[in-house]
């Protein structure tokens, strides 16, 4: 796992008092195969079942979350596999959920970033919030240690801070939180009108 993962922690860390836990989860962890199931994802779980301990448990994992932060890195232009793998082994456990999306990269993920947010809004139908993080690894020798060795450099981190990426971090959770919010007070009123 790259450290710019660990940079965007930090700052979850810290953020302002709100009304979310947030919890580390790696895809890595999960070591999911090419999607290997017999069954459809979207026939989960209304037809049939996974029938892999692999899909299950990742399944499960991210079926308990209201919400996610996407933090992602770019390959050759593209979402890489390992990603794009792990979003297509479900489908029902994602929909009408907020997710926000931070990319990293030599050129900050631009591409990756905008590709995960198709599927995620366009076949998930989740809520990618307005705020898309974009994080470049600074030019020079920082470069080269961040893609060889993910470690995130000194003049990376001072470009970060200094391009206010922090605060849109901040801002992409504060609108999770506000999507959330507004499902609860809908869930509310229709509660109130049975
Ligand atoms: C094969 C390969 C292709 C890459 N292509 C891109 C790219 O298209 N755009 C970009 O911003 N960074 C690109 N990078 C840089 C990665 O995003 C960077 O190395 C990142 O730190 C990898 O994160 P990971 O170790 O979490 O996979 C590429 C790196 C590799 C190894």
Same mark, same amino acid.
């Given at each position: 796992?790259?450290?710019?993962?660990?940079?965007?922690?930090?700052?979850?860390?810290?953020?302002?008092?709100?009304?979310?836990?947030?919890?580390?989860?790696?895809?890595?962890?999960?070591? &999911?195969?090419?999607?290997? @199931?017999? #069954? /459809?994802?979207?026939? !989960?779980?209304?037809?049939?079942?996974?029938?892999?301990?692999?899909?299950?448990?990742?399944?499960?994992?991210?079926?308990?979350?209201?919400?996610?932060?996407?933090?992602?890195?770019?390959?050759?232009?593209?979402?890489?596999?390992?990603?794009?793998?792990?979003?297509?082994?479900?489908?029902?456990?994602?929909?009408?959920?907020?997710v926000a999306i931070i990319s990293y990269g030599v050129h900050g993920g631009n591409k990756a970033?905008?590709? &995960?947010?198709?599927?995620? @809004?366009? #076949? /998930?139908?989740?809520? !990618?919030?307005p705020t898309k993080v974009l994080l470049p690894f600074a030019a020079g020798p920082d470069l080269?240690?961040?893609?060889?060795?993910?470690?995130?450099?000194?003049?990376?981190?001072?470009?970060?801070?200094?391009?206010?990426?922090?605060?849109?971090?901040?801002?992409?959770?504060?609108?999770?939180?506000?999507?959330?919010?507004?499902?609860?007070?809908?869930?509310?009123?229709?509660?109130?009108?049975?």
């Open positions: 796992m790259a450290l710019s993962v660990n940079w965007v922690q930090s700052i979850l860390k810290t953020r302002p008092s709100d009304n979310l836990t947030i919890s580390p989860l790696s895809i890595a962890d999960f070591n &999911l195969p090419v999607y290997d @199931e017999p #069954v /459809m994802p979207a026939l !989960v779980p209304a037809v049939k079942q996974f029938t892999h301990e692999h899909s299950k448990k990742w399944s499960a994992a991210i079926a308990s979350f209201a919400g996610y932060i996407f933090v992602i890195p770019e390959y050759n232009y593209g979402l890489a596999g390992g990603t794009k793998n792990a979003v297509d082994y479900l489908k029902n456990e994602w929909p009408g959920k907020p970033n905008e590709q &995960l947010a198709q599927s995620l @809004e366009a #076949v /998930m139908q989740m809520k !990618v919030v080269m240690t961040a893609v060889n060795e993910g470690k995130v450099g000194e003049a990376t981190l001072e470009e970060w801070e200094g391009k206010g990426k922090r605060e849109e971090v901040l801002k992409a959770v504060k609108e999770i939180g506000e999507v959330l919010e507004l499902q609860a007070k809908v869930d509310d009123v229709l509660e109130k009108t049975k």
